[in-house]
């Protein structure tokens, strides 16, 4: 069955670097999605990616985050200027053509970043 | 704006006996309702889904859940558990208002299963 493959699978970044969360959705899915969990905490949307642009984005996804599908099959997130505070679990997701809310969304194993 | 609510936050169950993980909903409009289960180090896999159609849904795994309108709730049960159940399980929900399918998650259910 076709997976969502995110790398790496842990990252560890000084505060203020910038990083670069990868992630291959499905391959013939549309729409995109990350989410986050901080331990201990709910998952968390962060962004919505459709046709190219961003089609939504929560208040965490500040002008620090940006997303990219720089080649039609990778699908990154950015955090430009890391806070400790970005210390999370990242989950890239993807969903096919079915009709919106129904069909469900496929997701990655994570990427867990820790800033120190 | 719809939300979920995990009643519990850990679950401990006995290998063989049933495990009934507990969920309740806010939604204006008819909602999509969904578990995922997470293993350590894995991703976020999904169970099963409710799409207003049967209310009784049946998942992978011998997991099944009941959407009760009434009750605005949608419980995950499954009659014997084994030792591979051992995971974080989540109810997730969007509606129509989300034109891009936005989830939003509940705090999650760990659970435990012993020999």
């Known amino acids: 069955e076709p997976e969502v493959t995110q790398t790496p699978s842990h990252q560890v970044t000084q505060m203020g670097q910038e990083v670069i969360l990868r992630c291959v959705p499905i391959s013939n899915h549309l729409y995109f999605y990350w989410y986050r969990q901080i331990l201990g905490q709910k998952v968390e949307f962060l962004v919505s990616?459709?046709?190219?642009?961003?089609?939504?984005k929560s208040e965490i996804f500040d002008d620090q985050f940006s997303v990219e599908r720089p080649d039609g099959s990778n699908f990154t997130l950015k955090i430009r200027s890391t806070k400790l505070e970005d210390s999370a679990m990242y989950f890239c997701?993807?969903?096919?053509?079915?009709?919106?809310?129904?069909?469900?969304?496929?997701f990655g194993n994570g990427t867990r970043l820790t800033v120190t | 704006a719809q939300s979920v609510t995990q009643l519990d936050s850990h679950v401990s169950v006995s290998e063989g006996t049933p495990v009934l993980l507990r969920c309740n909903y806010s939604?204006?409009?008819?909602?999509?309702l969904f578990w995922y289960v997470q293993h350590p180090n894995k991703g976020l896999q999904l169970l099963l889904k409710y799409t207003s159609a049967a209310t009784l849904v049946k998942g992978i795994n011998g997991f099944e859940a009941e959407f009760k309108k009434s009750e605005t709730s949608f419980h995950l049960t499954k009659p014997s558990a084994h030792m591979s159940d051992a995971a974080e399980y989540f109810c997730v929900v969007s509606d129509i208002t989300d034109s891009w399918g936005k989830l939003q998650f509940g705090a999650g259910t760990q659970v435990v299963v012993t020999p």
């Open positions: 997701a993807s969903r096919g053509r079915g009709q919106i809310p129904n069909s469900p969304l496929h």
């Open positions: 990616f459709y046709n190219n642009e961003i089609s939504e």
């Open positions: 939604s204006s409009y008819s909602p999509s």
